[in-house]
């Protein structure tokens, strides 16, 4: 029984953590904005955050949510090979199929597009409020990479313990 639990939530933790990664960047966002201040150039919207943190937060929820999908599939997929008896390998040709969204994901956010952005439309102040933890909020994603990883290949060992060909 250990062991399923353990398969699950290595398989759930995808999507958990793809949500940590988004919330992290938000409050990243959220505490530039606010050491920035008022700035007439670059004013407040109704989310606290000022406007390129807004449309810096419009890039990281993009990243958030094609990983965050791809992780919710490879969790089906996972869970249903634990079940599955016949369809194995279809199950895991689209397990294959859904790294390559997690894998783009994955290179975005260790990219790092926050503060490459913030430079880029000359709010280097901007970029340089962002908190030191933002960088590693990429880590959140390979952990949950590593993570189902590790959940996928227990999930088919125990499939295939179970109801061997």
């Known amino acids: 029984m250990r062991g399923r639990t353990?398969?699950?939530?290595?398989?759930?933790?995808?999507?958990?953590?793809?949500?940590?990664?988004?919330?992290?960047?938000y409050a990243a966002l959220r505490t530039a904005s606010e050491a920035r201040g008022p700035d007439p150039a670059d004013p407040m919207t109704s989310g606290g955050l000022t406007s390129l943190g807004s449309d810096l937060w419009w890039i990281v929820r993009g990243i958030a949510l094609v990983a965050g999908v791809a992780a919710a599939?490879?969790?089906?997929?996972?869970?249903?090979?634990r079940r599955a008896a016949r369809g194995r390998g279809a199950l895991l040709v689209l397990s294959g199929v859904l790294i390559l969204p997690y894998t783009l994901g994955l290179?975005?956010?260790?990219?790092?597009?926050?503060?490459?952005?913030?430079?880029?439309?000359?709010?280097?102040?901007?970029?340089?409020?962002?908190?030191?933890?933002?960088?590693?909020s990429a880590l959140l994603l390979l952990a949950a990479a590593l993570a189902q990883a590790v959940g996928m290949v227990r999930a088919y060992t125990a499939a295939r313990t179970a109801s061997p060909r």
Request: glycine content about 8%.
């Open 6 to 25: 353990g398969t699950l939530i290595l398989l759930l933790s995808g999507p958990v953590l793809a949500a940590a990664y988004a919330a992290v960047n």
């Open 73 to 81: 599939g490879i969790a089906v997929v996972g869970l249903l090979l």
């Open 107 to 136: 290179a975005a956010a260790v990219y790092n597009p926050v503060p490459r952005l913030a430079g880029f439309y000359d709010h280097q102040t901007f970029a340089d409020a962002l908190p030191p933890y933002q960088w590693f």
